[in-house]
């Protein structure tokens, strides 16, 4: 997604809610990773905006959007979207959510069953397990006490494989920037709010075709994760990915095909992007 498209508000009852939109079609909702902003998509969402109305929001405190600094749960992040979708008149969309993004997007859907016509998810979980709240909690912590430009060692090998990291670094630079311009109290508030989610008991209610893509190398969301969630969406599939980690999608832009292809409803789920094997 270039730089240069206008970011866009929609006033919610607390805060603006900034969006960034491109393109013709169905109308997407793309939502972005923890600690980063619409501005991290890049080149999938440019190829998504030659079939789909692109519309890349902001989570609350990131990139351009407003916060007040109280604390916000998964259900204020999906309650933004409602408010994204009744501000732009858009009755029901499609949703793309990566890592946090996709966890929001899975709450909107269970939450907004008819707002969702299909739901692609990546790299992403419903549940981070038993001792969720305290690790989350330290991250919160850590994210405080440590300098922005020191925590990019960590996101970095997280983010992309060695591989991918070696042969573009202009990318990893690219997105980098976005997490760096990020406020690391909204980055904390965040991170607790992913530890306190639980989504399992409610994937039952998601109604749109669902299609859950995770890294094979993904070790903060591995693909054990992606399967619970297609397992438990009554029109859930899984696929893995090979050679990718937690950014999957932005590190292969060429999955926007496969993204295509199943929000069209009219692509093989499972095809992968070129130099990435897909599997069930």
């Not at 789909?52 to 916000?72: E, K, L, T, Y």
């Not at 009744?86 to 949703?95: F, I, M």
């Amino acid at each position: 997604m270039p730089d240069q498209i206008r970011v866009q508000h929609v006033s919610g009852p607390r805060h603006q809610i900034a969006y960034r939109r491109q393109g013709s079609g169905p109308p997407l909702v793309l939502l972005h990773p923890l600690a980063l902003s619409g501005a991290v998509w890049g080149e999938f969402a440019d190829r998504l905006s030659e079939r789909f109305d692109v519309i890349a929001a902001d989570a609350r405190g990131h990139g351009d959007s407003g916060w007040d600094g109280a604390p916000f749960s998964l259900d204020d992040l999906a309650g933004d979207v409602a408010t994204l979708l009744d501000g732009l008149g858009l009755e029901a969309a499609s949703l793309a959510g990566l890592s946090m993004g996709g966890s929001t997007a899975i709450r909107f859907a269970a939450q907004h069953p008819a707002r969702v016509v299909r739901l692609l998810v990546a790299d992403t979980t419903a549940w981070y397990g038993p001792d969720a709240v305290r690790t989350w909690d330290e991250r919160a912590d850590s994210v405080l006490a440590t300098p922005r430009p020191n925590q990019m060692p960590f996101q970095v090998d997280r983010w992309f494989t060695e591989g991918f990291r070696q042969r573009h670094p202009d990318e990893v630079h690219r997105v980098a920037g976005v997490f760096l311009r990020t406020s690391s109290l909204a980055h904390a508030q965040a991170c607790r709010a992913l530890g306190a989610m639980d989504s399992r008991d409610r994937l039952a209610a998601i109604t749109a075709p669902t299609l859950v893509l995770t890294g094979a190398e993904d070790y903060a969301t591995p693909p054990a994760m992606g399967r619970a969630i297609a397992d438990g969406v009554p029109s859930g599939t899984a696929r893995v990915l090979d050679g990718l980690r937690h950014l999957s999608l932005i590190e292969a832009p060429d999955l926007a095909g496969t993204a295509a292809g199943f929000l069209t409803g009219t692509g093989a789920a499972g095809t992968g992007a070129a130099g990435t094997g897909a599997r069930a």
